[in-house]
């Protein structure tokens, strides 16, 4: 085989060799990172699943810290109300109740003393339209419920004397009693409580539904003896509303939504509020686990917002199967609610496909330059193999040129590969601070959208409250003009009393005149007479007095109808406003939404450039380690031709000294100028003179593992 055959050979082997490993190890790290990248996206997803669950307990134990800040301000009024009111005690007599078991719904009929506060006794009174002492009172000022309680017997039975709460027949829930145990024959811990003395707030089952309640024992005057209690609360469907609404409109990751339920898997909070209210208690997964309860199970061991976790399968009414899910969830033990944030598996897919198709394009990459570097080494070994074939001097002197070529070919590349990789890590930190921006910009987009779609829904309410005005303005005109109606009819009605009168009193006089001349048989008549003329003056005097206050209302309607007529016709023009208003504010939340669309969209493109800058910075800098590989392999090429000489010489110490000597590295300055001056090829051959320097030992010129560590 010739010399040339095997050089070439040799050099192609290596080159390919060196490609293989290179190639190989972009592959292996490829799987590697796709793999780490994947549950690290998981671990963080879940991680911030977490901190979701943390923001909405602390959410709640803002809320019922509210609520118990309301709770201690009711009882207050309350205890005011009954103190200003007088001491409560039992009547001598009493009164027959039906007194009905909230929880069990049983009915007995009792006698029981009439409870009396300041003397009064509280009555049975069922009916909202009619008021009730104290409880209306602190309902008016409030706006929460409030029951005084009437203790039924020794074990602790308290009846509903006299309370705000309506049950579910739109009656007061008088004669409703809270029974001393409960269904299940535990004792109820509210009743247990004001038996010791004690007052009880917390959760409580209240007639139909459960508050949020305060209970505190009434003493009789001496405090010797509990004669019943006092109760305010407030119904947790309301003052929960606000905290239902935005845990049922929440969404996490692509198609996570938040989810509660209570210790007895019923849904408080479903997704979209579609299933609130509907027990899951048994629902199981494919292999038939009892999911909620295994989740309520883990959660009421939970304390404090502490954070636990479960993954299962889980389907939705109207999907074709289970999917996999992971749920991070916590227990908020005031109102009884698994909090939980769950999420599919499968919705991260689309980071696992998106992290492949970058890696996809790294190793294509790394192939193509692992060929452009085989095909220059392959172009290098022709060259040097059919340099063999001239005569030795000359092989040796296209060698060392071929070498210092290299050499200078291999510092510019890895000179544009070091600036390539420090332009990508500029973009890279330039589109990062961009995607921050794009972020800070949609959230922005997002509240003025939030803040559009309010004024939207106020200039509605206020054109619904323009309209009702206006129509009521109407109704005020009708009533008016009746009302002036009636004061002319009235007038008239005046004008014929005034008339009678004035004939009463003719005739009075005539009468007068009569008796007088009857004489004595005529005096009694006469006085009668008399007295009837007086009061027909006065129904005169009377008449034209009220005649006159007549026609001062007849001229005060008049104004009032043209009054009211002028602020029709000023409501008809506010209500032409307010729905200009309520079109624009609709016209801008739609807008609104368009913008917080159309900058989600640029965000995740300028993420996706990111990611491939971040690739192109990496695939620069291997460039750049590969080009330094290169540069110690061309100064190895060098050493070997400055020993080739020497052997070519037979030893000989001055030919293979001189010949050395006129091999000489090509000064990368001296290879552009030849560029210029040369024959055009970029190879800088012409008007240069190669001068012959002493080669060192090859093993000092081998490159070492210090050359290696960039790379």
Known sequence: MKISTKITVTCLSLVILSTVIFLASVVIERGQMGSRLESLVRAEAHNETSKIIQSLYNNCAGSEKRNQSCLTHDLEIAQEFLGRAGSVALDTKSVQWNAANQISGEVNTVRLPRVLLGGTWLGQNADVRQPSPIVDEVKHLTGDHCTIFQRMNEDGDMLRVDTSVVSSNGARAVGTFIPHLNADGSPNAVIAAVLKGESFRGRAFVVNAYHETAYQPIWNAGKTKILGMLYVGLDMADINKDVHDAFASMSVGKSGYVFVVDSKGTYIVSREGKRDGESIWESKDPDGRLVIQSIVEKARKMSGGSVTNETYFWKNPGE????????????????????????YEDDYATI??????????????????????????????????????RPVTQIASLLNRSAAQTLSASEQVSSASKTLAEGASNQAAALEETSSTLEEMASMIKRNSEN????????????????????????MSIAMAAIKASSDETAKIIKTIDEIAFQTNILALNAAVEAARAGEAGLGFAVVADEVRNLAQRSANAAKETAGKIQEAISKTRQGVQISDNVAKTLDEVIGKVRQVDELAAEVANASREQTQGITQITMAVAEMDKVTQSNAATAEETAAAVQQLTAEAESMKVSVAELAQLVDGGSGSGAAQRAADISPVDPAAKRSGAKNGNGNGKGNGGRVFTMTTAPSRRNASPTESNFTSF
């Open 452 to 475: 559009a779609q309010k004024a939207n829904d106020l200039a509605k309410q206020a054109r619904g409250a323009a309209d009702k005005g206006a129509e009521d303005v109407r109704t």
């Open 320 to 343: 074709d199967s289970a999917r996999q899910k992971y749920a991070a969830f916590t227990y908020f033990a005031p109102w009884d609610w698994v909090i939980a944030v769950s999420s």
């Open 352 to 389: 696992r496909d998106q992290v492949s198709q970058t890696m996809n394009s790294l190793v294509k990459w790394s192939a193509l330059i692992a060929l452009g570097i085989g095909m220059i080494g392959l172009i290098a070994s022709h060259f040097i193999s059919v340099g063999i074939a």
